[in-house]
């Protein structure tokens, strides 16, 4: 497997906060919304990191 792009430079908040969706949950439930955004986050790090470990298997090893 080969990654063909860069790791997110971008952080999450201001990537979604552009989206009227996620920037009325914002300012409807703030609380609510940080904490979705926490766990977002967490599953954006780790999905970024399965990759790449994913990307570093050498496939003709068993």
């Not at 860069?6 to 409807?28: C, F, H, Q, V, W």
């Not at 926490?38 to 954006?44: F, I, Q, T």
Request: avoid cysteine.
């Amino acid at each position: 497997m080969l990654i063909d792009s860069k790791p997110p430079t971008l952080s999450l908040a201001d990537y979604i906060y552009n989206e009227t969706r996620y920037s009325m949950l914002k300012a409807g439930n703030p609380e609510r919304a940080a904490e979705l955004l926490h766990l977002a986050e967490g599953d954006v790090s780790f999905r970024w990191r399965l990759y790449q470990h994913l990307a570093a298997m050498d496939p003709n090893k068993e």
